[in-house]
């Protein structure tokens, strides 16, 4: 099992940014995919980014691709979402992930979802 603390939400206008961190304990950090969900008020949760194992590929939601920028730092056990030109329905609580299996590709984690553990989440509200 995997711990993850996530760090970095907060309150933004349109069209900023923020980044938002996810600092990872209790296994090999860097075997693991890692991604980025989000759950917006009365909506399912979301897949928005995920990154493999290696760091060598991403995979992105189309709602976000060409803004967000999912990066790890496996010297730091980190997982990293930079969020650019930021819009309100970019508002939700956002949560870090890691995946089950080991050794897996980010657009395995995006497509599959198959989580092993979760963060506790942070809020990142756009206002408009």
């Known amino acids: 099992q995997v711990q993850l603390v996530e760090s970095g939400g907060g309150l933004v206008q349109a069209g900023g940014s923020l980044r938002l961190s996810c600092a990872a304990s209790?296994?090999?950090?860097?075997?693991?995919?890692m991604g980025w969900f989000r759950q917006a008020p009365g909506k399912e949760r979301e897949f928005v980014a995920a990154?493999?194992?290696?760091?060598?590929?991403?995979y992105y939601a189309d709602s976000v691709k060409g803004r967000f920028t999912i990066s790890r730092d496996n010297a730091k056990n980190t997982v990293y979402l930079q969020m650019n030109s930021l819009k309100p329905e970019d508002t939700a609580v956002y949560y870090c992930?890691?995946?089950?299996?080991?050794?897996?590709?980010?657009?395995?984690?995006?497509?599959?979802?198959?989580?092993?553990?979760w963060g506790q989440g942070t809020q990142v509200t756009v206002s408009s």
């Open positions: 992930a890691a995946d089950r299996r080991r050794f897996t590709t980010g657009q395995a984690m995006g497509i599959t979802m198959d989580i092993g553990s």
């Open positions: 990154i493999s194992w290696s760091g060598a590929s991403t």
């Open positions: 209790g296994r090999t950090f860097s075997d693991y995919a």
